[in-house]
């Protein structure tokens, strides 16, 4: 079975300049998680997707960042623009179930790293 | 609000020596209680969990944790360090909607170093 999968897995760009980051959950799983890990931090929660609904947002910077799940499977994180305090590690997770009925247990993929310069 | 603290944020140990990382946490209702490991430039795997029942829970590679309600704690422990197990570790405490689960607390991490 195939894991969560991000890609890129590096991303190097100047800041003011747009980028985006994309996730596919594990096969099956309804929710879905952006996580931003900065050096020496444990993650923190950006948004949860429930299917295709957005259910916590509300650690987005939503001045520049921006996610969407269209189809409830595949997720996009976008910065627009990106500043130098946004260099980090952006996680994605899934996990079975939804808030209902959840296991708890989040799948997590490599991680898409970002340098701003 | 809810919070996990791991007060250790570097351990070095030998070896095939013995190992407990420390994680407090603070949340109102019952827990749901989560050790992941992140190996470099690698995503998170988790080593165990406690939902309820036995407070000694038994996780993969070896690894145990006991959750202890009265000093809120969760300590990751394992009998012998590989060198392999060299990684930051991670406690998490998972938001209870209803009787289930949502978004998880992490705590700022230990990193773990193994000498030979």
């Known amino acids: 079975e195939a894991g969560v999968v991000q890609s890129p897995r590096y991303k190097i760009i100047e800041k003011k300049q747009p980028v985006a980051f994309w996730c596919n959950p594990i096969?099956?799983?309804?929710?879905l998680y952006w996580y931003l890990q900065n050096l020496g931090q444990g993650p923190e929660l950006l948004i949860r997707y429930e299917n295709e609904e957005a259910v916590d947002d509300s650690q987005l910077p939503k001045d520049r960042f921006s996610a969407e799940r269209l189809k409830g499977v595949d997720s996009t994180l976008k910065i627009q623009p990106a500043e130098l305090g946004d260099s980090a590690v952006y996680l994605c997770?899934?996990?079975?179930?939804?808030?209902?009925?959840?296991?708890?247990?989040?799948?997590f993929g490599e991680g898409s790293r970002l340098t701003v310069l | 609000a809810q919070s996990v603290t791991q007060p250790d944020i570097h351990i070095t140990v030998s070896e095939g020596a013995s190992l407990e990382l420390r994680c407090n946490y603070s949340y109102g209702a019952t827990p749901y209680l989560f050790w992941y490991v992140q190996s470099p430039g690698q995503g998170l795997q988790l080593l165990l969990k406690?939902?309820?029942?036995?407070?000694l829970v038994q996780g993969i590679k070896g690894f145990e944790a006991e959750f202890k309600r009265s000093q809120s704690s969760f300590n990751l422990r394992k009998p012998s360090v590989h060198w392999s197990d060299a990684a930051e570790y991670f406690c998490a405490v998972g938001l209870n909607y209803g009787g289930s689960q949502g978004n998880l607390i992490f705590g700022k991490g230990t990193k773990l170093s193994v000498k030979p």
């Open positions: 997770a899934s996990s079975s179930g939804t808030s209902g009925r959840n296991t708890g247990e989040l799948f």
């Open positions: 406690y939902f309820s029942g036995d407070t």
């Open positions: 096969s099956g799983h309804n929710t």
